[in-house]
């Protein structure tokens, strides 16, 4: 299995433009998490599913900010209008079972400008 | 809420010295127990894990041991390695639903040849 499948790798944006973030989470895995790192505030879960359904938004920062899972083998976190304090690194998960933990992939560098 | 606190960084130690980051937790019920490890640049791995109290998990010498009667799961390891330099974040699971980790704060762990 590639594992976690997360794109782009990096992104630059300028401020007010729309950012997707894509993420193709583990055959099987019937649960996705979308996680914010900064320096500042550490890692942060911002949304996840299960079995496609949307489960948690609270920690979704506002309104600007979107998730969707149309499919199993799918998720997407749109940002938008981006704002420079939206600069972080953002990575997706993906488990089957609260017992086997997650697996992450390698994170998206968000940088706008 | 459920939290998992553990100690503050950077730890900075020398090549084959004995390493503790120490993890301690609440939880309202019997959650399962994680070590991530992350190296720069990259996202979190699964180092290893406890699903219930007493048991150990171990991986690549590193070693936990879920305690429940002092909500603690903290990491050891007998002789560290410069490679062995990365953030460490201790973390819970509980709960249905999609089975939401929490993570610790993360600890910095140096290593010097």
């Known amino acids: 299995d590639a594992g976690v499948i997360q794109s782009p790798r990096h992104e630059v944006t300028e401020m007010g433009q729309e950012v997707t973030l894509r993420c193709k989470p583990i055959s099987g895995h019937n649960s996705l998490f979308w996680y914010r790192q900064t320096m500042m505030r550490g890692l942060e879960l911002l949304i996840y599913?299960?079995?496609?359904?949307?489960?948690?938004d609270s920690g979704m920062p506002e309104d600007r900010f979107s998730a969707k899972m149309p499919n199993a083998s799918f998720s997407t976190l749109k940002i938008q209008p981006s704002e420079p304090r939206d600069s972080a690194v953002y990575f997706c998960?993906?488990?089957?079972?609260?017992?086997?933990?997650?697996?992450f992939g390698s994170g998206t560098r968000l940088t706008v400008v | 809420g459920d939290s998992v606190t553990q100690m503050e960084g950077p730890v900075t130690l020398s090549e084959e010295a004995f390493l503790t980051i120490n993890c301690t937790y609440t939880a309202t019920g019997y959650p399962s127990l994680f070590w991530y490890v992350q190296y720069p640049g990259e996202g979190l791995q699964l180092l290893l894990k406890a699903t219930k109290a007493d048991d150990k998990g171990s991986n690549k010498g590193f070693e936990a041991t879920y305690r429940k009667e002092t909500t603690s799961f903290h990491l050891e390891k007998g002789s560290v390695q410069v490679s062995d330099s990365a953030v460490y974040f201790c973390?819970?699971?509980?709960?249905?639903?999609?089975?939401?980790?929490?993570f610790g704060a993360g600890t910095r762990l140096f290593v010097k040849a």
């Open positions: 998960a993906s488990n089957q079972d609260r017992g086997f933990g997650y697996t």
């Open positions: 973390a819970l699971s509980e709960g249905t639903g999609g089975f939401k980790t929490i």
């Open positions: 599913f299960n079995n496609n359904v949307p489960i948690d």
